[in-house]
C-alpha cells in the first residue's frame, strides 16, 4: 500500500480539491492475476498516439482506404435493419451467430472452394476476438504455440495474457512460407524438453507484417506436419482476398478438405480489411466439436456478437455487392502499392543490407535496414521530419530484431506516399551517416 496526496471534497460544494490530507490508496497491483500481469499493452497503439502530429505521414497504422467504404449502401442496409425486422435486429441474439449473416457466410466460403455449413462457422466481434478465444480454450498457463517470427503483434497480445508461450520460426529466404526445416529442428527441441505446444499460428496470405505468401507446397508440407504431430492449424486470413498480383492459392482450410478431411484447421475471418473494419464483424470456421467449445469461451466475454451489426451487414451481402466493393479496394491497393514500391526505389540509399518485400497483396511491406540502424531509436527522428512506420520489433516475442520496420501502403495517398518515403529515406541517410557498418 501506499499513499499520497489525494483529491478532498470540499464541503458543502461536492467537488473535489487536492489538499494536503494523505490518505491510503490501494495497491492495485497486488490484487492483479497472474494474466492481467502478463498483459502487455499494445506498441503500435501507443505508438499511433503519436502520429497524431499535424502534417505528419504516418505509414504506421493498419488502416483500410476510406475511399473503399460502401457509405451509402450500409446506410441503406442500416435502415433495413430498423424497416423490416426491428424486433430480431435489436434484441439479444444467439452465440452462435445470425442465422441471415451465417448463410451468407456459407456463401463467402463457398466462393473460396470451402464447403462448410451454418455448423461450422461462429461469429465474432471481428478477428481479434478469435484471437483471444483461442489461447483461452487451448493454452494451460506455459503451454506453447508454433508462430511465425515476426507475427501479428495483436496474437502476441493475445497469446502472453493466458501465459502462453510462443515458439518462433523464422521464413523462409525465398519468402514462401516459414523455413520448415528450421520448425521441424525446433519443434522436435521443444518436445524433447518436455514442452505442450497446441497449435500452429499462420497467416498464410500476405502476412502481416512482412506481406509473405506461402505457396502450396509449403502449406501442404504444413498440414502433414500438423497431421504427424497431432496439432491444429490457425489459419488467419484478413487479407486473402486483396491479392494483386501472382495466382490465387488454395487456403489451408481448403487443402485439409482434399487433403485428409482432418478437420485441425481453424480458419478466422473478417470484414475488417475487405469491407470496413467500424463493424467489428468476423467469423471463425471450423469443426462443429471445436466451434461448440468456441461459444462457451464467447458466452463469457459478451453473450453474442453485436446483432443490430450481424443483421446490417448480412442486408448489406444479400446485395451482392460485396465483390464490387473487393475489386474496387484491390485496383486501389494495386495501384499504391506499386506507387510505394516505385518510391522506395527510387528514394532508398542503394545498400546491400537495405531491401523490403514486395508482396503480392494485403496492406504492408518489410523494410531491413543494416543491422546497425536500430529503427526504435530512429522512430522519434523519423517523427521529427514528419514521417511514421511501425517498429519491426513491435512484432517479435523474443530475439527481438531492431533493423525493421513496417510500411503501410492501403492508407495514404500517392502524393503522401511519395513525400513520406522522400522523408523516410533522408531519415535512413543520415543513420547510415551516423552508424557505418562495423
Ligand atoms: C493478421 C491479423 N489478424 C487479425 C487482425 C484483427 O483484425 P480485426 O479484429 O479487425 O478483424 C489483424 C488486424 O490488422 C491482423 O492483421
Given at each position: 500500500m501506499y499513499s499520497r496526496h489525494a483529491p478532498v471534497q470540499v464541503a458543502d460544494e461536492g467537488t473535489w480539491a487536492t489538499g494536503p490530507e494523505e490518505i491510503v490508496m490501494p495497491d492495485f497491483n497486488s490484487l492483479y492475476s497472474q494474466n492481467a500481469l502478463n498483459m502487455k499493452k499494445s506498441i503500435i497503439r501507443e505508438l499511433l498516439k503519436l502520429?497524431?502530429?499535424?502534417g505528419l505521414i504516418s505509414f504506421a497504422g493498419g488502416l483500410p482506404a476510406?475511399?473503399?467504404?460502401?457509405v451509402e449502401d450500409l446506410r441503406v442496409a442500416a435502415d433495413a435493419v430498423f424497416t423490416k425486422n426491428p424486433e430480431v435486429g435489436l434484441q439479444y441474439g444467439t452465440t452462435e451467430g445470425d442465422p441471415a449473416l451465417k448463410a451468407e457466410l456459407v456463401k463467402i466460403e463457398a466462393s473460396d472452394g470451402v464447403k462448410v455449413g451454418p455448423d461450422n462457422i461462429l461469429v465474432t466481434s471481428a478477428s481479434q476476438q478469435a484471437l483471444d478465444i483461442l489461447p483461452k480454450v487451448?493454452?494451460?498457463?506455459?503451454d506453447w504455440i508454433i508462430a511465425g517470427h515476426p507475427t501479428y503483434l495483436g496474437t502476441i497480445q493475445a497469446i502472453q495474457s493466458y501465459q502462453g508461450k510462443i515458439l518462433g520460426v523464422p521464413f523462409a529466404a525465398e519468402e514462401d512460407g516459414f523455413d520448415l526445416g528450421e520448425m521441424e529442428r525446433r519443434y522436435a527441441a521443444h518436445r524433447a524438453a518436455g514442452m505442450s505446444i497446441k497449435y500452429i499460428y499462420v497467416i498464410?496470405?500476405?502476412?502481416?507484417?512482412?506481406?509473405i505468401c506461402w505457396s502450396l507446397e509449403k502449406r501442404q508440407a504444413l498440414l502433414r506436419f500438423a497431421y504427424r504431430e497431432n496439432l491444429l492449424i490457425i489459419e488467419d486470413s484478413p487479407?486473402?482476398?486483396?491479392?494483386?498480383?501472382?495466382k490465387h492459392i488454395p487456403s489451408i482450410y481448403q487443402l485439409d478438405q482434399e487433403m485428409e478431411?482432418?478437420?485441425i484447421v481453424v480458419g478466422l475471418k473478417t470484414?475488417?480489411?475487405?469491407?470496413?473494419?467500424?463493424?467489428r464483424m468476423g467469423w471463425i470456421i471450423a469443426h462443429p466439436e471445436l466451434i461448440a467449445k468456441f461459444v462457451v469461451a464467447k458466452q463469457a466475454m459478451?453473450?453474442?456478437?453485436n446483432v443490430f451489426t450481424q443483421r446490417w451487414i448480412a442486408e448489406f451481402l444479400a446485395t451482392g455487392k460485396l465483390r464490387s466493393v473487393i475489386e474496387n479496394t484491390r485496383a486501389n491497393y494495386r495501384a499504391k502499392r506499386m506507387f510505394m514500391l516505385e518510391q522506395l526505389q527510387k528514394h532508398m540509399p542503394t545498400h546491400p543490407d537495405i531491401h523490403w518485400t514486395k508482396p503480392e497483396g494485403g496492406l504492408f511491406l518489410w523494410l531491413s535496414l543494416p543491422k546497425s540502424i536500430n529503427t526504435d531509436e530512429m522512430f522519434t527522428k523519423a517523427i521529427a521530419k514528419n514521417v511514421a512506420y511501425v517498429v519491426?520489433?513491435?512484432?517479435?516475442?523474443?530475439?527481438?530484431?531492431?533493423?525493421s520496420m513496417r510500411l503501410n501502403f492501403?492508407?495514404?495517398s500517392k502524393a503522401d506516399i511519395e513525400e513520406g518515403i522522400k522523408r523516410l529515406a533522408e531519415v535512413v541517410r543520415g543513420e547510415l551517416a551516423a552508424h557505418p557498418q562495423e
Open positions: 502520429t497524431n502530429k499535424p476510406p475511399e473503399t467504404f460502401p487451448f493454452l494451460d498457463p506455459g498464410p496470405d500476405f502476412q502481416n507484417p512482412t506481406g487479407y486473402r482476398e486483396i491479392r494483386f498480383v501472382g478431411n482432418r478437420g470484414f475488417s480489411k475487405i469491407l470496413i473494419p467500424g463493424a459478451d453473450l453474442c456478437t519491426g520489433s513491435a512484432f517479435y516475442f523474443d530475439d527481438v530484431e531492431h533493423n492501403s492508407f495514404s
